[in-house]
């Protein structure tokens, strides 16, 4: 079984563009997380997905980022009109349909915004 | 979200164990206790949870405090690949996790 997949490890995109990041879950997991770890900092929650439904999307800074999880294929997280700041490892992670149970992270995508 | 309260770094000795307290004063009767690390460039990795009893797995022990305000994460014989951040994280159902500071734990050879 293999484990949450990432792609790609690593982005560089310059500032304006467009970046979107993919995570594909474990198989038999319909629960998706996006974390973000800016330089030096702690993790921090972005977004939960559930298939085709965005159930917390607190983290979420106000604009330019959207998540999706759709019925086929992987989740997305995509960032339009990159600046400097959002330079940064993202995490997604995902578990199955039972409460309290653990996530199990990818290996992220290091995005760099020239 | 419940806040937790770990050390900001702590140091061993490989092959030695390693206890790793958490301070969680305001935990509510629903909320599971987790531990995740973060070994360097790589991804957070779930280490044990448990509720009210001690519980143990091939990674790790978690002994809980009766009144469950404190938890203590142990590595019974620490190597040098221990050497990560631990989060101690309390959760509520299928929801986020709020992630602190963590402990840096350091392996000294």
């Known amino acids: 079984n293999a484990g949450v997949m990432q792609n790609p490890r690593h982005l560089v995109r310059r500032r304006g563009q467009e970046a979107r990041l993919r995570c594909s879950p474990m198989?038999?997991?319909?629960?998706v997380y996006w974390y973000r770890q800016l330089p030096e900092e702690g993790l921090k929650f972005m977004v939960y997905?559930?298939?085709?439904?965005?159930?917390?999307e607190s983290g979420m800074p106000k604009e330019r980022f959207s998540a999706e999880f759709p019925k086929e294929g992987p989740s997305i997280l995509r960032i339009q009109q990159v600046v400097r700041g959002d330079s940064a490892a993202y995490f997604c992670?995902?578990?199955?349909?039972?409460?309290?149970?653990?996530?199990?992270f990818g290996p992220g995508t290091r995005l760099t915004v020239l | 979200d419940a806040k937790t309260t770990q050390p900001n770094s702590m140091e061993s000795n490989e092959e030695e164990p390693v206890h790793l307290p958490c301070n969680h004063s305001?935990?509510?009767?629903?909320?599971?206790i987790h531990w995740y690390r973060q070994l360097p460039s790589q991804g957070p990795e779930y280490v044990i949870h448990?509720?009210?009893s001690n519980v143990n797995n091939r990674m790790a022990s978690l002994a809980i405090a009766e009144d469950r305000k404190s938890s203590t994460l142990i590595l019974h014989r620490a190597t040098l690949r221990d050497a990560a951040v631990y989060y101690c994280?309390?959760?509520?159902?299928?929801?986020?996790?709020?992630f602190g500071q963590g402990t840096r734990l350091t392996i000294n050879p």
């Open positions: 994280i309390l959760m509520e159902g299928a929801q986020k996790l709020v």
């Open positions: 198989k038999g997991h319909s629960h």
């Open positions: 997905l559930q298939k085709e439904n965005i159930i917390d």
């Open positions: 992670a995902s578990s199955p349909l039972v409460l309290y149970n653990e996530q199990f």
């Open positions: 448990g509720l009210t």
């Open positions: 305001t935990i509510s009767g629903t909320d599971y």
